[in-house]
């Protein structure tokens, strides 16, 4: 079965760190470019951050220094670490393949497969 699976969410306080997973079964991920979203009540869903099959990685301004992206080829999976977190940063958080060409990672529309996400709530 073709999936992707999000976790490693969860309550946390501000000024803390949480590290997501997004695990792929039934395809390659290192054959993808893997994006991370996240959608907060009401609002739109928006990039976080990119990780190309090539290597490059992309992030939005506002997690920018704060978030890093990275892949575990040998495990399938796709990281987020998520440090100094705000309580904007609340939101459910997804995964997806890219099948853009190439210049709008940002994109919610440029992704094709998405897992269901996994929520992180920052708050004290």
């Known amino acids: 079965q073709v999936q992707l699976v999000e976790s490693g969410g969860g309550l946390v306080q501000p000024g803390g760190s949480l590290r997501l997973s997004c695990a792929a079964s039934?395809?390659?991920?290192?054959?993808?470019?893997i994006g991370w979203f996240r959608q907060a009540p009401g609002k739109e869903r928006e990039g976080v951050s990119c990780?190309?099959?090539?290597?490059?990685?992309y992030y939005a301004a506002s997690v920018k220094g704060r978030f890093t992206i990275s892949r575990d080829n040998t495990k399938n999976t796709v990281y987020l670490q998520m440090n100094s977190l705000k309580p904007e940063d609340t939101s459910v958080y997804y995964c997806?393949?890219?099948?853009?060409?190439?210049?709008?990672?940002?994109?919610?529309?440029?992704?094709?497969?998405w897992g269901r996400g996994t929520q992180v709530t920052v708050s004290s």
């Open positions: 997806a393949t890219y099948a853009g060409s190439g210049s709008t990672w940002y994109d919610r529309h440029e992704y094709d497969f």
């Open positions: 039934g395809f390659t991920l290192d054959d993808y470019t």
């Open positions: 990780a190309e099959s090539k290597g490059s990685t």
